[in-house]
């Protein structure tokens, strides 16, 4: 069989390089190992300081591959910051245990959620705690589905803002008028609430990194109740 060199590089611009070799990472999978360990890591991007207890449920393959996959190591690894190519991941259950990172495993099931779905309950060093549930789609890549009470979408592609806010007229231009000001162009954009006028939380994926400043004009708008940046993973 012969293919024209024309066509390998049309598959290769229509696919990305990335999705066809795969990512940089410490094996076996893609989906079970990179994609772990990115989970881990955009929950702790999310949390936004040290966790120092991990309570993590395992749905479908997931639960049912994790300790031959080292979907367990990954996934600590992420929430310890290590990079999916990091060497550390190997031990990092060995790690966890010498930082007294609190951890533990068990199965959920989750019905009709990816086979390859974590919810990973995380406590920071200061008492802050936040539940994440997350996917790994295949090839590292990864979704975040839920945010505590929120059902989102973040992905961690890009550097994002999370808006926790009052569901109420104008907080939109609010946001999208401070980001305005500070020249940051917004990728994507989403707004998730449990009832109408009550809290909603708004995302927004953007091209630039945010800084502090931004940080604080988002949180003084009237009807903010929290606002952080996520760091693109």
Known sequence: MFFRLGDIFEEVSMKGLFDIVGPVMIGPSSSHTAGAARLGLMALKILGEPVVKAEILLHGSFAKTYRGHGTDKALLAGIMGFEPEDDRIRNAIDIAKERKLEFSFDTVDLMDAHPNTAILKLTGESGKC??????????????INRIDAFEVHLTGQYPALVVV???????????TGVLALYEINVAYMRVFRQKRGQEAMMILETDEDLTDDVLKACRVASGVITAFAIPAI
């Not at 936040?130 to 979704?143: Q, W």
């Not at 806010?165 to 946001?175: S, T, Y």
């Open 130 to 143: 936040t539940t994440i549930e997350g996917s790994s789609i295949g090839g590292g890549n990864i979704v």
């Open 165 to 175: 806010q009052k569901d109420k007229p104008g907080l939109i231009n609010k946001i």
